[in-house]
């Protein structure tokens, strides 16, 4: 994690690319927003973690959208657990 942590050092992450999403109090008034931004981020620690090189490695980096709902997120869960079920035997 050392080399990833390096590459991001000094960065400025745009953390309200597309607007706040945020209240005075710092708390999360626009969810959907909060979204964007948040995949914005993700976008430029892609950006800048590509191609770079870990133990003779290239890095490939990708962002993956989060589940968009919790049902969504429980059946990712499931998965998760019969694949890593499945690999285990």
């Known amino acids: 994690m050392t080399p990833l942590s390096h590459d991001r ?3 400025l992450l745009p953390h309200d690319h597309f ?10 008034i626009n969810p959907e ?10 976008e430029v620690l ?11 490695y ?13 049902q969504d997120e429980l059946r990712l869960i499931g998965v998760n657990l019969i694949m890593n079920n499945i ?3």
């Open 58 to 70: 290239l890095v490939l980096a990708e962002y993956i959208d989060p589940p968009a709902s919790g």
């Open 33 to 42: 927003l909060e979204r964007i931004n948040f995949k914005k981020v993700g």
């Open 46 to 56: 892609v950006e800048v973690w590509s191609g770079s090189v870990i133990n003779e």
């Open 19 to 28: 607007g706040t999403h945020w209240n005075d109090s710092g708390v999360t």
């Open 9 to 11: 050092a000094g960065l």
């Open 87 to 89: 690999l285990d035997r």
